[in-house]
């Protein structure tokens, strides 16, 4: 599986938007983007996926450089709740291995009132 | 529809006991990951099961640890002979039949090992 590249930690305040990066610079063209999520004492949450084109869903946006060699996750207003580690992931897409996720040591965003 | 379920929440261990680690599945799903936290690391993954089969253990230490998924009932991690290194977070995810890029995780159960 190949690496992906994120900041150890970042900060945000309430209410504004937060801009998480992810480097993956040895992409193949079958690997999806995934983001998952940790908030403190839980398991991990799916927040968003991707391959080629930029997504949404009720919870984030997902933005995909062109060359597919970065991605940024965008918390469009962090709210405390939002304090978590963030899991950017690669995964090809296997039939049946939806669950095999590679996951490094994440983005941990802290939000402040 | 219950998400992942699994029990016990916490699980204090002796050394040298046995720990048993249950995982229900989402209704539904027929594919099940376990993955380990330990302290200050990150998640990695162990094992990939589906019903009655093993598909991918390659996670898993050589020893003491195993795993099952029978027909009927839920997932078990078990260790044998635990030691204080074996403290962590143990978290199961499931996936359905058909496929997805999607896992579905569970609160995890955190072994101590006193």
């Known amino acids: 599986d190949a690496k992906t590249t994120q900041p150890n930690s970042m900060e945000s305040n309430e209410e504004e938007p937060v801009h998480l990066p992810c480097n993956h610079s040895t992409i193949s063209g079958t690997d999806y983007i995934h983001w998952y999520r940790q908030l403190p004492s839980q398991g991990p949450e799916y927040v968003i996926h991707?391959?080629?084109s930029n997504v949404n869903n009720r919870m984030a946006s997902l933005a995909i450089a062109e060359d597919r060699k970065s991605s940024t996750l965008i918390l469009h207003r962090a709210t405390l709740r939002d304090a978590a580690v963030y899991y950017c992931i690669l995964s090809a897409r296997i039939y049946n291995q939806g669950g095999k996720l590679i996951f490094g040591q994440g983005t941990e965003l802290s939000v402040k009132p | 529809n219950a998400g992942v379920m699994q029990n016990p929440r916490h699980l204090v261990r002796r050394r040298g006991q046995e720990a048993r680690l249950r995982c229900s599945p989402m209704?539904?799903?027929?594919?099940v990951y376990w993955y380990r936290q330990l302290p200050e690391e990150g998640l990695k993954f162990m094992v990939y099961?589906?019903?009655?089969?093993?598909?991918?253990e390659s996670g898993m230490p050589k020893e003491r640890f195993s795993a099952e998924f029978p027909k009927e009932g839920p997932s078990i991690l078990r260790i044998q002979q635990v030691v204080r290194g074996d403290s962590a977070a143990y978290f199961c995810?499931?996936?359905?039949?058909?496929?997805?890029?999607?896992?579905?995780f569970g609160q995890g159960t955190r072994l101590t090992v006193v």
């Open positions: 209704k539904g799903h027929s594919h």
């Open positions: 995810a499931s996936s359905p039949p058909w496929g997805s890029t999607e896992a579905f």
């Open positions: 991707g391959l080629t």
């Open positions: 099961l589906q019903k009655e089969n093993i598909i991918d």
